[in-house]
């Protein structure tokens, strides 16, 4: 391993002024010390977040919603009562992802900055498009795991669990540099085409400083699945989050985002209209699931993911639409 420098940031300021070629910011460490390990980063300088003050919050209000520290573990964000209650996919993601162990390490903004889980990009004989070579191998590869939207250039899927209910609630992510700027949770990852190289829209020396969730309305609910082939240490095959707001047995509004199924977490904007105004049953949500996959494009190992995706999508909704899952 090359030797790097160590520095403990203090402030955001100060984090922001250690940066320099090369350098690297870790908070749990999960991915970064992967991707060193990995040989496909090899770091000049660690600058360590763990040591930043008053990173590490959970605060809730009725009105102003959730704001939410960066150095907040996944353990952290699936004990807490309030986002149990009112954030409930929020909370069922973060306890799903991962292994006990690695939800005690992992950080909230880790987990949304992680570099995806390709096994060609993660291998450092194969010399893929995301790392600046010709080919996608996974187009004619070992594709089980990869894209079934968006996957002509780069067939990665987006690797983090909060990402998807975040997104499906309308989160924002504060971000600090040598400037300061909000962006919606929507926007700030970004596809391979506009981007091979990185997977958001996060500059070099730039930090997220928080993450604001809007509250949810009284009638609002929300519900995530994650499809694993295993319970513990493994990634989803298709995930979702679903937040309803709710009229009796009438959708007023619905946010549909779909994980593990695109190198971004895809809003389903098919499903949503699909859902929008109709009393929810088992016939609307599978309608839904049909719309939100109507685009799908699978590779020649992952058609699996489509009927998969077809029952976890329209059993998420209908737990929504339920309020099952709100500890
Ligand atoms: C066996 C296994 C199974 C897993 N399963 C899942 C799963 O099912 N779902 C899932 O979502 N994840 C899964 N993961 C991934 C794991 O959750 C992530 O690696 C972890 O969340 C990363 O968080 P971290 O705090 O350790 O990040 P770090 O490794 O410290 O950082 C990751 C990246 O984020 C940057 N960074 C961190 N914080 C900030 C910040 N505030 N501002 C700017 N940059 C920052 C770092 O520079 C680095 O590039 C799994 C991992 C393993 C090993």
Known sequence: MRPFEWADATSVEQAVSLTVKGSAFKAGGVDLVDLMKERLFEPSRIINLNTMPDWNFIKDDASAGLKIGPLVTLAQLSEHDAIRKRYTALAQAAGHAATPQ??????????????????????????????????????????????????????????????????????TLDISGKAKRTVPAEEFFTLPSVDLHRENQLEPGELITQINVPAPSANARSFYIKQGEKESFDWPVAEIAAVLEMDGDTCKKASIVLGAAAPVPRRAKEAEAALTGQKIDEKTTRAAAEAALKEATPLANNGYKVPLLRVVIARAILAAARGEGAA
């Open 102 to 171: 690695i939800r005690n390490m992992a950080t909230l903004g880790g987990n949304l900055l992680q570099r995806p889980r390709c096994w060609y990009f993660r291998h450092e004989e194969f010399h893929c498009r995301k790392k600046g070579g010709e080919r996608c191998f996974a187009q004619d590869g070992e594709n089980q795991y990869h894209a079934i939207f968006n996957n002509s250039l780069c067939a990665i899927v987006h690797p983090s669990a909060t990402a998807t209910p975040l997104i499906a609630m309308g989160a």
